[in-house]
């Protein structure tokens, strides 16, 4: 059951030009979406985040798009650069409340992004 | 240096034998999260801690154990380990729920011949 999906596992793209990166979910109770980028053999690191009160947020040369009503969002990048070459993972999460007792982020497969010079 | 870090980097064990993954973390975060990383799942949660003492199941349990006597360490068991738990584990801290932002260690990679 997989609630947060990639449907591509790969994206190649010049440098230079834009990088976009989709996500899909079903569960519509998720209330906050993030990317993490990986480089091999290393861990996940963050990279930008939006709440479901947005449709827009951006962070210099990435920025993501949400469509709640179709449970899409996707990662822009503008423009792409070499070092952009990684794989990216769309989580999603209900937001809790207290206790904090719980946990349902969900992450989805990875979209492995190649840009080349 | 500050930060969250595994150990070990790579293990080679055999099936059936116990096997520990190490996880440390020095910001004194109050949540810890284990993840494997398999192709076509993407990162699946095995079990998280809100506290130390704390821990609860996440996505993929089954065959796992896990502890939190101390907030810094959060280590995770393979108490007989299966080929099928061939993976990259990956720990990760969160600060708070505010914002689910995860800061992740650089993982285990695990082969279970």
Redo the contacts between chains.
């Keep these: 059951d997989?609630q947060?999906k990639?449907n591509s596992p790969s994206l190649s793209v010049q440098e230079g030009r834009i990088s976009i990166l989709n996500c899909d979910y079903t569960n519509s109770m998720f209330d906050?979406f993030?990317w993490?980028k990986k480089y091999p053999?290393?861990?996940?690191?963050?990279l930008i985040?939006i709440s479901s009160i947005k449709d827009k947020n951006e962070d210099g040369r990435f920025t993501v798009f949400l469509n709640k009503s179709a449970k899409h969002l996707s990662l822009h990048i503008v423009p792409s650069q070499p070092g952009d070459s990684a794989v990216y993972?769309c989580?999603a999460?209900e937001?809790?409340s207290p206790p904090?007792?719980?946990?349902d982020?969900?992450?989805?497969?990875?979209t492995r992004l190649t840009v080349k010079p | 240096d500050a930060g969250i870090t595994q150990s070990p980097r790579y293990k080679i064990t055999e099936t059936g034998r116990q096997v520990t993954l190490m996880c440390h973390q020095t910001w004194s975060h109050s949540y810890m999260f284990w993840y494997r990383q398999d192709l076509g799942h993407g990162l699946r949660l095995i079990y998280y801690s809100a506290a130390a003492d704390i821990t609860d199941k996440g996505e993929v349990p089954d065959g796992y154990v896990v502890s939190r006597s101390k907030t810094e360490n959060f280590p995770l068991t393979l108490e007989s380990a299966t080929r099928s738990q061939t993976s990259v584990y990956f720990c990760a801290s969160l600060r708070d729920r505010s914002n689910e932002k995860l800061f992740f260690g650089s993982g285990t990679q695990l082969s279970v011949l």
């Design positions: 997989q947060v990639q906050y993030l993490y053999a290393e861990g996940p690191t963050f985040s993972f989580a999460s937001l809790p904090y007792n719980n946990n982020m969900r992450f989805g497969a990875g």
